[in-house]
């Protein structure tokens, strides 16, 4: 039986964290099934989840950008 801790922490997962693994993926999947379909992204050279709810390419873009620059 899925406890109601489970459910917070697949919560936590879904609005926090960028990359997922796939034991994570299945937490998500069992109370969040449409969101885990809509927002997450399976690579699959490495097996993770990639949660496009919380990445963001203009964050990425800046870091990208001040590692060139030497910042």
């Known amino acids: ?3 109601h801790y489970d459910f917070q922490a697949a919560q936590e ?11 994570e993926r299945d937490l998500c999947m069992d109370f969040m099934p449409k969101m885990v379909e809509a927002y997450l992204f399976h ?15 203009v964050e990425k873009e800046e870091y ?7 910042i």
């Open 1 to 3: 039986m899925l406890e």
């Open 64 to 70: 990208d950008l001040k590692r060139e620059i030497g």
């Open 43 to 57: 690579n699959t050279w490495n097996n993770t989840y990639l949660n496009l709810k919380v990445y963001s390419e």
């Open 13 to 23: 997962l879904m609005y926090t964290k960028e990359v997922l693994t796939q034991e």
